[in-house]
């Protein structure tokens, strides 16, 4: 940051990115604890419910590398603007839906333009936000995210029991429509937002960014083999938990509303302790924060299982929240620690093309274990996997908080302190 420059100031970021960011979650989640019901009323298998409740994970897969480098190229604000508006339409698609397929459809559509949206807002964050505060950063966006789905989950669960379940995504469209209009308004301008987009040029950057995955893998292959397996594990925990606490709700007589309180009681604990974790993060060290998240997620799945009623479940939410929310934002945090300054567009698409297979293969995963075995196999099973992946992250991954002397007088934060690859 040079002289000139004014000090960073988290407050800075409250209209542009932590107001929307609550917005955002809160409607997305409104149909968290609703889509895996609502694939079942509309004649889905549980295996098949599990292949829809990926479809967004395979959505913001594929499109997370293509997403990166256009963004890289034609302006952040731009393409968050266009995939808000993309999201509207997707939500409205999925709250009329009359079959399994059409759900699955759009549901793989609001993850793929969810990786333009989310790719966009953290380049804004890896050039705006010193290093030194970047994990409280993140980890308060991360916290805007859980605040937003602990009260998500209770709404869409009380629309859609008295409404239907499409009643959910309508909800999500309206704040997805709200956000747009914060977007237009408070996300400053790039140079890349002038920039006219010709479809050919649009197209010559796709086909590049593919062309780029493989020197940009090899560049940094010890940093995904370690850190990156680590969080694609721990991706694959937390999707596995949105899919398998509906279907345990469910099976254990829990009506949709139940369901909903019982997220929205696991967020709000992870919400409680974001902040704390951010501190961790930038004082202790990531791994501090990052391997306690994974070993009690991983724990509290495992004796899911055991749980027969309401306050049984209730009881691994709040161990299972306490746990992830040590982890918040350490997935952002680690991609932009990463990720070199310029472009950092590109390196956190293949980042998060790596990590976000977890997610894809969670919910997969869960409904697969729970056709050839019983639903009450599936926690234990990714438990054993999560603990794997804490034990990686523990023994393989690198600090990437690196401790600098203090910053001379009239600058902020000193050098940045992360490796610049």
């Not at 399994?100 to 793989?108: E, G, I, N, Q």
């Not at 780029?212 to 893998?217: A, E, K, N, Q, T």
Request: proline share 6%.
């Amino acid at each position: 940051m040079s002289q000139s420059e004014p000090p960073f100031r988290l407050s800075s970021f409250v209209l542009p990115f932590y107001i929307p960011a609550f917005i955002s979650s809160t409607g997305a989640a409104m149909v968290m604890p609703v889509l895996p019901l609502y694939a079942r009323s509309l004649g889905a298998g549980i295996a098949a419910t599990g292949i829809i409740v990926a479809m967004f994970g395979l959505g913001t897969l594929v499109c997370n590398v293509p997403a990166g480098f256009a963004i890289s190229r034609f302006g952040k604000k731009r393409a968050m603007i266009l995939s808000l508006a993309a999201e509207i339409t997707l939500s409205v698609i999925a709250a009329f839906a009359v079959t399994p397929s059409v759900l699955a459809l759009a549901v793989f559509g609001l993850g793929a333009v969810h990786a333009v949206f989310f790719i966009a807002r953290l380049s804004f964050f890896r050039e705006l936000v010193p290093a030194a505060r970047r994990g409280r950063a993140l980890a308060l966006l991360g916290g805007e995210y859980r605040f937003g789905s602990f009260i998500g989950p209770i709404v869409g669960g009380f629309l859609a029991a008295g409404l239907g379940y499409g009643s959910a995504f309508m909800g999500h469209a309206l704040a997805s429509a709200i956000v747009l209009v914060c977007v237009a308004i408070w996300v400053p301008a790039d140079p890349g937002q002038g920039t006219p987009v010709e479809p050919i040029r649009l197209g010559r950057a796709l086909v590049r960014s593919f062309s780029r995955i493989g020197l940009i893998l090899r560049e940094n292959l010890k940093v995904f083999v370690t850190a990156g397996s680590s969080i694609v594990i721990l991706q694959l925990v937390r999707a596995g938990r949105q899919v398998i606490f509906p279907l345990w709700g469910d099976a254990v007589g829990l009506d949709v509303s139940q369901i909903g309180l019982v997220f929205g009681v696991m967020f709000a604990v992870e919400t409680a302790i974001v902040y704390p974790a951010g501190i961790i993060m930038d004082r202790f060290g990531r791994k501090r924060a990052a391997v306690p998240c994974l070993l009690t997620v991983s724990l509290s799945l495992a004796f899911l299982p055991l749980t027969t009623g309401f306050a049984g479940m209730l009881a691994v939410a709040i161990a299972s929240g306490l746990g992830n929310g040590m982890g918040s934002g350490i997935n952002m945090t680690l991609s932009t620690d990463y990720a070199p300054r310029r472009n950092p567009g590109e390196f956190i698409g293949v980042w998060r093309m790596v990590v976000d297979s977890g997610a894809t293969a969670g919910p997969v995963l869960i409904g697969g274990i729970a056709d050839i075995f019983t639903l009450g196999t599936s926690p234990v099973v990714i438990a054993v996997i999560g603990l794997v992946g804490a034990a990686i992250m523990q023994f393989t991954m690198k600090e990437t908080l690196v401790r600098t002397h203090p910053a001379p007088p009239g600058r902020h934060g000193g050098r940045d302190n992360t490796d610049s690859r």
